[in-house]
């Protein structure tokens, strides 16, 4: 495998860190574009794209802006301006198609957002979706009330990470499910923790705002895949079930014993999730 690192602009002018992984052979396949989580980064998919990447697929990951290395936060916060990021990245990373998606919370409103936003240019190239432990709306208070008001506070607060803020304890308890590995939920922690408490708290405010249940329209008839985790507290299994209410024709599967972050906790169920997305999309054009 080989990577490759470069910046894409958002239509407001921020810049998005994009990062392309390559096979080194390369398989008759669409590109496969995954969208990270909130107070996440593009790490958050490594253990995806490994296995990926290992197949023969050309993988692209990407921060999102506040995220990573990608623009800090600059005015008006909303996950439709997500929408429009993944648009642009799309445009550079794969402008002709075709394209299977990949989105983790807050990415898979990332998807659900440029699919409303841009529904003609999104049907015409994405063969694929797959919404892992996400939301189409109704996101309010899934935080306790201390948590909610600290988090209003930090939308305020300087341009500086969460850091001692974010404890492994407390990430292991919020986001994953039974027994997990100790090594993921640091990971995880530290990439949480890194996140600037702007980031943090106008996200926080701009998911509780989130509907796109009316973009799901657009995902008529492109295969989809939806997956939950039985014990997520982020995004609990009836998000799911309703992702699969508005779009009739996906596949929603139910991982016992999971919580938010399936990408590690399940990353053999993810991986067959995009393959299964792959191979739908080949029969498809064929």
Known sequence: MTSRSFTVAAPDGALLRVQEHLPTEAADSPTVVLAHGWTLTHAS??????????????????????????????GETTVRMLGDDLAAVLDVVAPHGPVVLGGHSMGGMSVMACAGLHRDDFRSRVVGVVLVATSADDLQNR??????????????????????????????????GIDPDPAQ?????????????????????????????DALEALDGIPTLVLVGDRDRLTPPRHSHRLAELVPHAELRLLPGRGHMLMYEATDEVVDALQSALAASTTRRG
């Open 185 to 213: 939920v640091q990971l995880t922690r530290d990439m949480v923790a890194a996140t600037s408490l702007p980031t943090m708290g106008r996200f926080f405010g701009a998911l509780g705002e989130h509907d796109e249940s």
């Open 143 to 176: 935080l306790g009330v201390v948590e909610g008001r600290l988090l209003r506070l930090a939308a305020r607060m300087p341009r500086i990470p969460a850091g001692r803020f974010v404890t492994t304890r407390g990430q292991r308890r919020l986001l994953f």
């Open 45 to 74: 998919w490594q253990p995806v794209v490994d296995r990926l990447v290992a197949t023969g697929t050309r993988v692209v990951t990407y921060d999102q802006r506040g995220h990573g290395v990608s623009s800090p936060l600059r």
